[in-house]
C-alpha cells in the first residue's frame, strides 16, 4: 500500500478542492458556450425567415413584370386589329375582327385584374418583410448586448480557470508520482471525480456504506493509502 503522511493527505485534499472548483468553472464556461451558439442559432432562424419572405416578394415582382409584358402585348394586338377592323370590305371580317378584338380585350382584363392581386399581394409582403427587418435589428442589438454579457462572464471564468491550472500545478508537485498517479487513478473511477472521501463512525461518506473496523481503525494513524472496498476511493479519517 502506497505510504502517505499527515502533509500529503492535506495536499491531497487541497487538491481535489481546487479540481471541484475548477470542474464548476469550467461547466460555466461551457453554459457560455451553449448561449453564445444558442443566440447565433436564434439570430440565424430569424435572418432565414426574413429570407424566404424576400424570395416570395421577389417571384411575385417577377410575376407582376411577366403579366405588364402580357398587358403590352395585349395592347399592341389590339391596335393591330383595330387598325385592320377600319380598313376591312366585308361585314363578315369586321365581326370576325370585332370577335378577336373582344376576346384580346378581356384577356386584357383578366391579366390586369391579376397585377392589381398580384400588386396587393406584393404590398402585403413588403409590409411584413419591413416589420420583421424592424424586429430584426432590435433582437440584433439584443444578442449583441446579450453576447457581450457572456463573452464578459466567460472572460472572468477563463481568468479563473487559468489561475486553477496553475494552482492545481503547483499542487502536484508537492506530491509524490506514486502517489498523484494513486490519485488520478482512483478519480477516474469515481463518478463525481472525487477521489478522496471522509469516513466518518466507520462509515465512507463517499458511498455510504460500513468499512470494516481495522481499516478504520489504521485510517486515524495516517501512515498509508487506504482505499473504500466499497467505491475504491482513497479514504481519510474524519474526527469532526
Known amino acids: 500500500m502506497t505510504a502517505i503522511t499527515r502533509a500529503q493527505l492535506e495536499t491531497l485534499l487541497n487538491l481535489q478542492e481546487i479540481e471541484i472548483q475548477k470542474k464548476a468553472v469550467q461547466s460555466i464556461l461551457d453554459a457560455v458556450a451553449n448561449k453564445i ?33 402580357q398587358v403590352h402585348v395585349n395592347t399592341a394586338l389590339i391596335g393591330k386589329i383595330e387598325e385592320k377592323r377600319r380598313s376591312v370590305k366585308t361585314n363578315r371580317e369586321y365581326q370576325s375582327l370585332l370577335k378577336e378584338e373582344e376576346q384580346l380585350r378581356a384577356r386584357k382584363s383578366q391579366i390586369e385584374d391579376e397585377m392589381l392581386e ?16 424592424e424586429e430584426y435589428r432590435q433582437l440584433d442589438d439584443q444578442v449583441t448586448s446579450d453576447k457581450k454579457a457572456v463573452t464578459l462572464e466567460a472572460s472572468e471564468s477563463e481568468t479563473r480557470f487559468a489561475d486553477l491550472t496553475r494552482e492545481v500545478k503547483a499542487v502536484e508537485a508537492d506530491l509524490t508520482p506514486e502517489l498523484f498517479k494513486a490519485f488520478v487513478n482512483v478519480k477516474k473511477m469515481c463518478p463525481d471525480g472525487k477521489a478522496l472521501a471522509p469516513a466518518r463512525n466507520s462509515i465512507c461518506m463517499g458511498c455510504h456504506m460500513n468499512i470494516p473496523p481495522q481499516t478504520y481503525n489504521e485510517l486515524q494513524r495516517f501512515d498509508s493509502l487506504k482505499l473504500c472496498p466499497f467505491c475504491n476511493r482513497i479514504l481519510y479519517w474524519d474526527n469532526a
Open 37 to 69: 451558439a444558442a443566440l447565433d442559432k436564434e439570430l440565424s432562424a430569424f435572418t432565414k425567415t426574413i429570407d424566404k419572405e424576400k424570395q416570395a416578394l421577389s417571384a411575385l415582382q417577377e410575376q407582376h413584370r411577366e403579366l405588364e409584358e
Open 118 to 133: 398580384c400588386m396587393s399581394e406584393m404590398e402585403t409582403l413588403g409590409q411584413k418583410i419591413s416589420a420583421q427587418e
